[in-house]
């Protein structure tokens, strides 16, 4: 598919999503910006995050261009894939430029699609998409409750990643959740966070129901991909049995795009394994179609402002 291939010699490209070609995606012109954040410093279990963004680029580019469910070449509404931005000694640092360069994106009304990396990394998009949206409330899709105010002496632990969004967003919505410690039990379905217990909420339905009713209209959705099942995704930091079912999260994500003004997302803790790619190729998929549902919101809403007008 790329060019260099085709060439016949090598050459060293940046690795853009869907390896479309650099030419064809334009910042200014692209309605998806891909944010890779290969940050990895407090992974307690499986070691292997900070691989993450670059296994889902290079698995994007075996995707077909063309979305069998949407019926859309989603690609066709731009997608560029901005550059890795180096990690400095410090989080809060890292967070703050990432924050700072999605921004003005953000403003322009672009929409984000970040991978980690480990969870903690939610809080740089996250962060930039309070300050344009302060009504945010996040869906928080992920097999642990992520609630602890530090683990292992860092506030910014993959572990508190969930604590963390609360500095940002004024609803939590956890679904997944299959994994919580005495501690961060007052806090589940406290008043800023609705946890739906994943043996509670094993009718995809009415679990659809639920977190429409709880978010704000403006979500941001942030993905560990330890909340789907592991048959699904194998290669996490932190596996726990059972999970959402890939068509379970694509009906959960089609819904709450629908109904909701989603207008960013992250997938992270992808810890790929060797001498397999379904993992790394299945987030990559639904980065895509995530993509894809927003894109078909996005066609449906132009055409009824026309039918009105
Ligand atoms: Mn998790």
């Known amino acids: ?23 064809s995606v334009s910042l200014e012109g692209a309605r998806f910006v891909v944010v890779p954040l290969p940050y990895e410093r407090t992974t307690s279990y499986m070691k292997g995050t900070r691989l993450g963004p670059q296994a889902i680029l290079t698995a994007s580019r075996q995707i077909e261009l063309y ?9 066709k509404a731009g997608i560029h894939t901005l550059s890795p931005i180096p990690v400095p000694r410090d989080p809060a640092a890292y967070f703050r430029t990432i924050s700072e360069t999605l921004e003005p994106l953000i403003r322009a009304g672009k929409f984000i699609v970040a991978f980690g990396g ?45 604590r963390r969004m609360m500095e940002y967003a ?95 997302c992250d997938l992270v803790e992808l810890c790929p394994l060797d001498g397999q790619v379904i993992s790394e190729f299945a987030a990559a998929k639904l980065a895509y179609r995530v993509m894809g549902y927003v894109h078909a919101k996005g066609g449906r809403r132009n055409r009824g402002a026309k039918a009105r007008s």
């Open 1 to 23: 598919m790329s060019e260099s291939a085709l060439s016949g010699e090598f050459v060293l490209e940046k690795p853009n999503f869907l390896g479309l070609p650099e030419r």
């Open 67 to 75: 979305d069998e469910e949407t019926g859309l070449e989603t690609w």
């Open 118 to 162: 480990e969870h903690s990394v939610t809080e740089g998009p996250l962060s930039a998409v309070s300050r344009v949206h302060p009504k945010v409330s996040v869906l928080h899709v992920d097999a642990h409750a992520d609630l602890r105010r530090e683990y292992e002496g860092s506030v910014y632990s993959h572990a508190c990643a969930a």
């Open 170 to 264: 004024g609803k939590i919505v956890q679904v997944g959740v299959r994994s919580v410690s005495e501690d961060e039990r007052e806090l589940c379905n406290s008043k800023r966070v609705t946890t739906l217990l994943m043996h509670e909420s094993r009718d995809a339905a009415k679990l659809t129901r639920r977190v429409l009713e709880e978010l704000t209209e403006t979500v941001y959705v942030s993905i560990d991909l330890d909340g789907l099942d592991p048959s699904v995704i194998p290669g996490v930091g932190t596996p726990q049995p059972g999970g959402l079912g890939w068509y379970d999260l694509l009906d959960l994500l089609r819904a709450v795009i629908r109904e909701k003004n989603v207008v960013a």
